[in-house]
């Protein structure tokens, strides 16, 4: 395969590999922002609760409320866990990516040098040049 063709499918994949890692950032954030808004309710009814006298059923609920919210928040933090270790895999695939791309970059560009090397080493041939400088006359 040639190196341009490889180059163009690593380029490819690099894109692919940001993108995967752009949606697993924005999984985190959202997880995150969910956790905070729980944290955020949990404290609004504690307040709530700490300023008033409450009768039985209403405090029940309550209760229930915020076993319910630490639960969520549980879950949560358990999920952003796991999305935080998506993000690193990503982010870590990313790099490969980007170091292949890096490196078939290199290739491409040792290949094309090369390449035009050769190339004037044949034009050098086909005028006649001598190995030592010296033009070559065949009189």
Known sequence: MRTSL????AGRLLKVQEQMRGMAERDLAATQRRAAQVEVDRKLLLDT???????????????????AM?????????????????VRERGLGEKRAERQV????????REREQHALLEQLDAMAA?????????????
């Open 127 to 139: 005028r006649g040049f001598a190995g030592d400088g010296r033009i070559n006359s065949d009189d």
């Open 6 to 9: 490889r180059l163009a499918r």
């Open 70 to 86: 630490a639960s969520e928040a549980t879950e949560l933090g358990a999920t952003a866990a796991r999305q935080a270790q998506v």
């Open 49 to 67: 609760l700490a300023g008033e006298t409450m009768q039985g059923l209403f405090l029940e609920a309550a209760a229930r409320r915020l076993r």
């Open 102 to 109: 890096d490196a078939l970059a290199r290739t491409r560009d």
